[in-house]
């Protein structure tokens, strides 16, 4: 076999692989968000996408590091968003603002991330020491900075001097919005995931933010319309 036949079918071999683990991660993201970690099985996931549980191991050396790379995936959108929007010039208050807007467009994009981190705050006990997600330190420490900065200036005037007081009821209720609502009423003829009732949450959300860090909205702002939000297919 020739060089260029042999380069061919390395290639191949590399895209088939590229392929077999994105599918692997997928079926991982679905099967931990259901079942969590201690229960979901690496049978399960290689028969989600037609494997042999031992094939599992060419791609991941063991449950943890599947868990690992699946959340480095998950989330790896979210945490770009979030740097994107901590980094953005003009007022603090905006980058708040706009990362709500990342948290609550991430969540109702891929909502399996609402239900990974209920599981794993269900699953605390069973991993004090594991992250959620990677660079969740570095989101905390930015959003925690912006704060400090923000009532330095007179920009933020909190209702609560502790800042989790705010992240939890934004984030808090999206988690909820888009993994529970639903469940809890399932006779109405409710759908969270349709643009204009995400739209209305995300109005909600910023609402809420801007109640409790107590950000002036000035009148022009007030009347920027929000952007569209597409619901998830």
Do not use: C
């Not at 807007?101 to 605390?124: F, G, N, S, Y």
């Not at 330190?137 to 200036?153: D, M, P, Q, Y």
């Not at 988690?175 to 909600?204: C, G, M, T, W």
């Amino acid at each position: 076999m020739g060089f260029h036949a042999t380069h061919r079918v390395i290639l191949t071999n590399g895209a088939k692989a590229k392929v077999t683990r994105s599918a692997i991660l997928a079926a991982a993201e679905d099967q931990f968000a259901r079942r969590g970690y201690v229960a979901t099985r690496l049978e399960d996931v290689a028969a989600a996408v037609g494997l042999k549980r031992a094939a599992l191991f060419y791609h991941f050396r063991d449950k943890q590091s599947l868990y690992e790379a699946m959340l480095a995936e998950a989330f790896g959108q979210f945490v770009a968003g979030l740097r994107e929007a901590f980094s953005l010039p003009g007022p603090v208050s905006e980058r708040i603002e706009r990362a709500v807007e990342v948290w609550v467009d991430t969540i109702v994009k891929r909502p399996t991330i609402a239900r990974l981190i209920l599981r794993h705050a269900a699953e605390a006990e069973e991993h004090a020491t594991r992250v959620m997600f990677p660079g969740v330190e570095e989101f905390i420490a930015t959003a925690w900075a912006l704060f400090e900065e923000g009532r330095a200036s007179g920009e933020l005037k909190p209702v609560n001097e502790d800042p989790f007081h705010a992240a939890s009821a934004v984030l808090g209720a999206t988690i909820f919005y888009v993994s529970a609502l639903s469940s809890l009423i399932p006779n109405a003829e409710f759908n969270p995931l349709a643009a204009e009732q995400v739209s209305a949450h995300k109005r909600d959300a910023l609402r809420t933010v801007r109640m409790l860090l107590g950000i002036r909205v000035s009148r022009r702002k007030r009347k920027r319309p929000a952007p569209p939000t597409r619901a998830p297919t």
